[in-house]
């Protein structure tokens, strides 16, 4: 099986790019109701992943305690405790699967490391639970 069978490709996924405030990112990941986002480069390629532990760590690092001051910091100021491991998209389904079973999301990677989309746990889960039914249906 292609890991690109799970895919949601990056036009469809919400992110923040290296030059966006902390602010924006905050913002973002409260609209769309984010524990973790992926960060991009300008150019597209993967940088990590923010979570809600690096921003509230970050804003105690950063001693800020008006979200208005969080307008003018670059989210590259916040430090990133959490590693959200990438695959490349010629990944086998054994590498996408160990990742998953400790991240919310997989980052999937193209070739040339750009970012091209993401996998989620949650649909993982979901086919290997249709997969069970069908079994028992048998």
Known sequence: MNI???????SEVAYIS???????TLEKMENRKYS????????????????EG?????????NLTDSRDTEGISIMAVP??????PVRVSANIED?????????????????GYFIGIVTRKDIMKYGYSLLKKRKEI
Not at 4 to 10: A, D, T, V
Not at 54 to 62: E, F, N, S, V
Not at 96 to 112: E, G, K, R, S, T
Request: with cysteine; glycine share 4%; aromatic share 12%.
């Open 36 to 51: 973790c986002i992926p960060l991009l480069s300008e150019e597209g390629k993967y940088l990590g992943t923010i979570s």
């Open 4 to 10: 690109l069978f799970f895919l949601i490709p990056k």
């Open 80 to 85: 990133r405790r959490a590693t959200y491991k």
């Open 54 to 62: 690096d921003l509230l760590w970050g804003l105690r690092h950063l």
């Open 18 to 24: 290296e030059s966006e405030t902390l602010r924006q």
């Open 96 to 112: 996408l699967f160990d990742c998953a079973i400790n991240q919310n999301f997989v980052p999937v990677l193209d070739d040339m």
